[in-house]
């Protein structure tokens, strides 16, 4: 089974902040990685698939990198819309989900 | 417009069933790989089963043997037929359709709560 490691499990930040989260995935998933937002009481909401594609309708300052094990999600100027947790997930084979970041406000 | 809306959740006690339903609207089911993911009560996500288009499923290994998806064409309606229930499936139950364009889960049901408790 592939893991997905994610890191930091939790990010205080101030709106205006660049925010960065790292995946890293326990053995070549090649860019089968995709980024999802959760807000409390809701489904995921997909941000970034192919490691680096932006999915319809995301803001621009939402942006993935990587490939084969290590990968980013950053935000390049946090919102108040921003504060949520965050999830990678790899669909190499079947899907596996980090644990999470909980962006909070600073 | 897609939408996916699930139903079925509740309380019951261990051992016990339960069936999941997901309704589809705006696109069909069968042409499509589904899945059900759930998430623990302040947990992460965890993917439970899928169903591709061509009726072929799999299971997490936490799962197999006790859940069974399936699908009705007719109904363009997705299950989850949950046998054996433990107090750790307890979790808030998902579908989620995967976008041929992303690879991945493009569009996701509200969820539906699943207590399995004495």
């Known amino acids: 089974d592939i893991q997905m490691t994610q890191s930091p499990s939790t990010l205080s930040a101030s709106v205006g902040d660049r925010v960065t989260i790292t995946c890293r995935a326990s053995?070549?998933?090649?860019?089968?990685l995709a980024w999802y937002q959760q807000k409390p009481g809701k489904a995921p909401n997909l941000l970034i698939y192919?490691?680096?594609s932006l999915e319809s309708g995301v803001p621009s300052r939402f942006s993935g990198s990587g490939s084969g094990t290590e990968f980013t999600l950053t935000i390049s100027s946090l919102q108040p819309d921003d504060f949520a947790t965050y999830y990678c997930?790899?669909?190499?084979?079947?899907?596996?989900f980090g644990q999470g970041t909980k962006v909070e406000i600073k | 417009e897609v939408q996916l809306v699930e139903s079925g959740g509740g309380l019951i006690q261990p051992g016990g069933s339960l069936r999941l339903s997901c309704a589809a609207s705006?696109?069909?089911?069968?042409?499509?790989?589904m899945t059900w993911v759930r998430q623990a009560p302040g947990q992460g996500l965890e993917w439970v089963s899928v169903?591709?288009?061509?009726?072929?499923?799999s299971y997490a290994d936490s799962v197999k043997g006790r859940f069974t998806i399936s699908r009705d064409n007719s109904k363009n309606t997705l299950y989850l037929q949950m046998n054996s229930l433990r107090v750790e499936d307890t979790a808030v139950y998902y579908c989620?359709?995967?976008?041929?364009?992303?690879?991945?889960?493009?569009?996701w049901g509200q969820g539906t709560l699943v207590t399995v408790s004495s």
């Open positions: 705006g696109f069909i089911v069968s042409s499509n790989f």
């Open positions: 989620a359709r995967e976008s041929p364009g992303t690879g991945t889960a493009d569009r």
């Open positions: 169903i591709y288009s061509g009726g072929s499923t």
């Open positions: 053995q070549s998933i090649s860019s089968w």
């Open positions: 997930q790899q669909y190499r084979s079947y899907w596996t």
């Open positions: 192919k490691a680096s």
